[in-house]
C-alpha cells in the first residue's frame, strides 16, 4: 500500500508564506507525476499544481500562479509546495496526490495515491 504524507501547515497571517512538504512510502522522481489540491470547508476539491515524473513540466492553477510555486528535492525525494502572498481563501485542507505518467489530466479522478492532507489556515 502506498502512502503518501504531507506536512508542514499551520496557521499563518494574510500576506505570509508556508511551505508545504510531500513524501511517500515509494520512490516517486521518475516513476510519478505529484500533484497538490486543496479542499476548503463546503467546496470541491481543487487543483492547485503539479510537477511531472522528469521533473521539467509544470502546472499551475490560476489561482495561484504566480504565489504558488512547486518544488523538489531529488536527494530526499520530496516535492515541495512554496506558499506566497497567502490570502484568507487559501484556507483549506492541502493534499500531496502521485499520478501515474501516463495519465495527465489534471483531475482529482486520474491521481492514484493521496494523503491525508495538512491544513492550512490564513488569518488576517
Known amino acids: 500500500q502506498v502512502q503518501v504524507v504531507e506536512s508542514g501547515g499551520g496557521l499563518v497571517r494574510a500576506g505570509g508564506s508556508l511551505t508545504l512538504s510531500c513524501a511517500a512510502s515509494?520512490?516517486?522522481?521518475?516513476?510519478?507525476?505529484v500533484g497538490w489540491f486543496r479542499q476548503a470547508p463546503g467546496k470541491e476539491r481543487e487543483f492547485i499544481g503539479r510537477i511531472s515524473w522528469t521533473g521539467g513540466t509544470f502546472d499551475y492553477a490560476g489561482a495561484v500562479k504566480g504565489r504558488f510555486t512547486i518544488s523538489r528535492d531529488t536527494t530526499k525525494d520530496m516535492v515541495y509546495l512554496h506558499m506566497n502572498t497567502l490570502a484568507l481563501e487559501d484556507t483549506a485542507l492541502y493534499f500531496c496526490a502521485l499520478q501515474r505518467p501516463i495519465l495527465t489530466g489534471l483531475s482529482p479522478l486520474s491521481f492514484e495515491y493521496w494523503g491525508q492532507g495538512t491544513q492550512v489556515t490564513v488569518s488576517s
Open positions: 515509494v520512490r516517486i522522481f521518475g516513476l510519478y507525476n
